[in-house]
Each structure stands twice: as C-alpha cells, then as structure tokens.
C-alpha cells in the first residue's frame, strides 16, 4: 500500500522555495483522491507559512502527471463523480490563489488532470519532451479539474475545443505557440531553469506578488471597469506598505531593495 506522505515528496530549497515532487512514477504520477488530499494539504500549509516564498511543481519518473486515476475513475458514478471533480477543482483553485508564485515544471506526459494541475500554476515552462492533452472524451468522459475552463482561458476557446473534442495531444513547441507554456527546456536544465526562475520571481516583495496575483486571478472574469477598480485597490496597498518604500528608495539610491512583505 502507498503511504500518502511518499506520493508528494516535498523538499524545502534555499531562498524560502516549496519543491513539490509528484511521485508515483509506476503510475505516471497518476492523481488518486489520497494525491489530491496530500496536495489540498501541502498548498494550504504553504499558503499560511510566511516561510514559504513560492511553490515548484514536478514529476518524478518519465511523466510529469498523466492525469486522474484511471482505477479510480472506473469506480465513479454520477454522484461520486460530481464529489471528485469538486475536490479536484477546489485542490488547483488552492494553487491558484496560493498568494505566492508557483511555477510547474513539465517534461513527459502532461495529459488531462495533470495538464489541468500545470495550467493551475502560475507559470509553466516545458522540456522538449512535453506532450499535452485532455483525452478524456477517449473515456467517456469530460475534464473535470478546470480543464474546460482554464484551457479557454489561456489558448481560447476555438483550441480549447479542439483539444478537449478531439482528445489529440500537442507537443511544446505546439504548447509554446498556443501560450499553454512560456518557455522550453532541454530535460536536463528544465528544474535548473524553474529554481532560477522562481526565484529571480521570489525576490520582489512578497505583498506586491500577492497582490499581482490577485489582481489577474480576481480580475480575469470580471468588466474592464470592474477589474480596473480592483487594480486600484489593490496599487493602493502597495503604496501603503514598506516594501514599497523600500522600493522607491532603494531605485533613488542605486541599491538592490530588500522586501520583508509588510
């Protein structure tokens, strides 16, 4: 029997950086009900933890995620189904709206609930040997941890609806033109390439990220004008903060800021 602490092993990296490593490699880092808890737990405790600057996402073994437990999946009936599809899509909306940058790293299968847990990140680069999809019209089913909605939203609606009818997969250079990801890798550089990444990121205050985050987050489905008062609000209290400043005073005084996120 797995134990549940083994499915995401966690390794805190230098500079306050949460590494999450999705590891059930015999199963493609597959995601049971006991993954998903473990990820609702680990994303609220960074959330709350003033140590924790940012969030870094993998894959051990030859895949990133290949989605939702397929054994799992052969157990649900509509009232079950309803329950998973909730959970999952509350655990990633936990990432979402982390607070903190969080960037997933991707090589290998990327397919269905794994491909809708990256595009829950804040950012996402790929190796070359990404591949993406959202098959489960395959199954007989639809995605279910955002996959309809986050897709449309990053790519639109028209390639959105091409990959989630057709259940086709795309690689990262198809990834890179669509705006899935921002940026590949060779699959040797590609956790170098997100550590530096995340923490050129995590040396910027702390309330001006958070803030950022949920301005784009807050902000996306609301009206221009809507989303413009909501960025005021939220520039506002970044003026009030001392981290901005520290900012202001460290740019007129030709000196690197140091940010304490109050």
Do not use: W
Not at 2 to 30: K, S, T
Not at 146 to 173: E, F, H, P, Y
Request: some cysteine; overall charge neutral.
């Amino acid at each position: 029997m797995e134990n549940i602490n083994d499915m995401v092993q966690l390794n805190c990296l230098d500079g306050g950086l949460l590494h999450l490593v999705l590891n059930r490699p015999n199963q493609l880092n597959a995601l049971s009900q006991d993954v998903l808890k473990r990820l609702s737990r680990i994303f609220l405790d960074a959330k709350e933890d003033p140590n924790v600057k940012g969030v870094l996402i993998s894959g051990s073994g030859k895949a990133f995620c290949a989605g939702a437990d397929i054994k799992q999946l052969a157990a649900l009936n509509s009232a079950k189904g309803l329950h998973f599809a909730r959970f999952g899509q509350t655990v990633f909306r936990e990432l979402e709206l982390l607070g903190k940058p969080s960037i997933a790293a991707i090589h290998g299968a990327t397919l269905g609930g794994g491909c809708e847990l990256a595009m829950a990140a804040s950012i996402r680069i790929a190796s070359d040997t990404a591949i993406f999809g959202q098959p489960e019209i395959k199954l007989g089913v639809i995605p279910g941890f955002g996959g309809t909605q986050r897709l449309s939203r990053l790519i639109g609606k028209g390639r959105a609806l091409d990959l989630c009818l057709t259940g086709r997969r795309i690689n990262a250079d198809m990834a890179l033109a669509y705006g899935l990801i921002t940026e590949i890798v060779s699959e040797k550089e590609l956790l170098t390439r997100a550590i530096t990444l995340l923490r050129e990121i995590t040396q910027f205050s702390p309330l001006a990220l958070m803030h950022i985050l949920g301005a784009v987050h807050q902000g996306y489905d609301m009206s221009l004008e809507e989303g413009f008062e909501l960025e005021a609000t939220y520039f506002g209290l970044s003026c009030a903060s001392k981290d901005k400043t520290e900012g202001v005073n460290a740019f007129l005084e030709k000196r690197q800021p140091v940010f304490i996120g109050e």
